[in-house]
């Protein structure tokens, strides 16, 4: 009977072993990720190796001149056509494409197949009135700076914000997103204080310098009416490109100009404010729709992830230990599957984001885009990866030779062996 009730709690053992192994893979993820991911360290790091604050006024500049330009009806004008389409041409292509599609092509979440076209076409050729035309699409940017190039965008955004001044504007934001996110504190807020001392020094001059040379020449008429301008009182800016002899007089104007913007700039911009009580939406959901409340608890879920696995070991242990013999038998066999598992998911991890950022990520940037921000966007992800990974691979090796040492240290134990009792013959 002893030896039956021995089979069964070696049997549970055994069971408890192979869900520690599994679940002890995943909480060495899990608590990897919750110790890195909700660190602003990592993405300080991330940043500052890739050079991301000396590379982003040139990408600034490419995507602003290449979004000014973007016409996304010339990439899908069919889209364009179905937002304005007539009630019978929508009822048409409706039918002809399916509504899936149609919601799909109309919103400009993917573009049309060669099929889709030729199905649209009789819907298109049908009613579609004659001699009309997709209208022009307006990106709200001024004219004058409509006439900077992409180098023309990169100078003034460096002389606004140097690199070194936007690393620091960069990683004090990450300090307070990170603080609110520990509930330190309440707001996030960006400070404007430094950009406002440049614009109205040495820097504010060389972006008005930098404007003025990217615009067509001055007409008489502009000089005119910069002539006639008085103060700022009711003054309509006016960007040409002055001779020498009328530079003064020009950037007097527009000087004039900027110092009044920047005297209307607050010193702080809340990027989160702080929400009362009163003004809290109500959600009686565990979870709600707040995606901070869903993050704190996720990290929360990461942090505790261990105590399952340890749960395993303890009922291991429970059930089978009873020497110390055992107990390197039963707890170095488990840790050492462990560790190997672990340390190939951690070598995956990093063709794994490769991958998952080919698929769900560079179809979802906008064409108007540069490809030079998914460059670097796609440089972030692997240096962060990385980070995350090496800490996954140094714990699974530990975790390795810890139980390949456990194993073959039980070896060397010799079990117990208790001394028999001689029994005495009997007096004749």
């Not at 179905?82 to 979440?109: F, H, M, R, W």
């Not at 050729?125 to 900077?148: I, K």
């Not at 390795?400 to 029994?423: D, N, R, Y």
Request: with cysteine.
């Amino acid at each position: 009977m002893r030896k039956f009730f021995t089979v069964i709690a070696r049997s549970i053992a055994a069971i408890c072993a192979i869900l520690f192994v599994i679940t002890m893979v995943l909480a060495l993820f899990l608590s990897t990720f919750g110790r890195q991911m909700f660190k602003a360290n990592l993405y300080k790091q991330a940043l500052a190796e890739e050079g991301v604050y000396d590379q982003l006024p040139a990408i600034l500049g490419e995507t602003l001149v290449s979004t000014a330009f973007y016409d996304p009806c010339e990439q899908n004008p069919l889209s364009c056509k179905i937002d304005n389409a007539s009630p019978e041409l929508q009822a048409c292509l409706k039918t002809a494409l399916g509504q899936d599609a149609y919601v799909a092509i109309g919103s400009g979440i993917r573009k049309p197949s060669d099929s889709e076209l030729q199905l649209s076409q009789p819907c298109l050729d049908q009613f579609e009135q004659p001699g009309t035309s997709t209208p022009a699409v307006e990106n709200g940017m001024p004219a004058f700076m409509q006439n900077l190039n992409a180098s023309d965008w990169e100078t003034i955004i460096r002389s606004i914000i140097p690199p070194q001044e936007l690393r620091l504007m960069t990683e004090d934001i990450l300090d307070q997103a990170f603080s609110y996110l520990n509930e330190d504190t309440k707001v996030i807020n960006l400070s404007l204080v430094a950009i406002k001392n440049r614009l109205s020094g040495q820097s504010g001059v060389d972006v008005i310098r930098q404007l003025l040379s990217a615009q067509a020449p001055c007409t008489q008429a502009q000089l005119d009416q910069i002539s006639s301008t008085t103060g700022t009182e009711g003054a309509g800016l006016v960007l040409c490109n002055p001779t020498e002899t009328d530079f003064n007089k020009v950037m007097r104007q527009v000087q004039e100009q900027l110092d009044a913007a920047i005297s209307q700039l607050p010193d702080e911009v809340p990027l989160i404010k702080e929400t009362s009580p009163a003004t809290a939406p109500v959600d009686n959901q565990p979870l709600g729709n707040d995606p901070i409340r869903f993050l704190r608890m996720g990290r929360l879920v990461f942090q505790l992830s261990p105590l399952v696995p340890l749960g395993f070991l303890l009922l291991v242990t429970l059930f089978a230990v009873r020497s110390l013999k055992s107990w390197m038998g039963w707890w170095g066999v488990p840790f050492f599957f462990a560790g190997p598992i672990t340390l190939a998911s951690g070598f995956s991890l990093f063709p794994t984001s490769n991958w998952a950022w080919n698929t769900y990520v560079v179809g979802q940037i906008p064409a108007s885009f540069p490809a030079s921000l998914s460059a670097v966007g796609r440089a972030l992800l692997q240096n962060i990866v990385h980070a995350i990974s090496t800490g996954i691979i140094l714990q699974a090796v530990i975790l390795t030779l810890v139980g390949l040492a456990a194993w073959i240290g039980s070896s060397f134990i010799k079990k117990k062996i208790e001394p028999q009792t001689q029994v005495a013959a009997p007096t004749p």
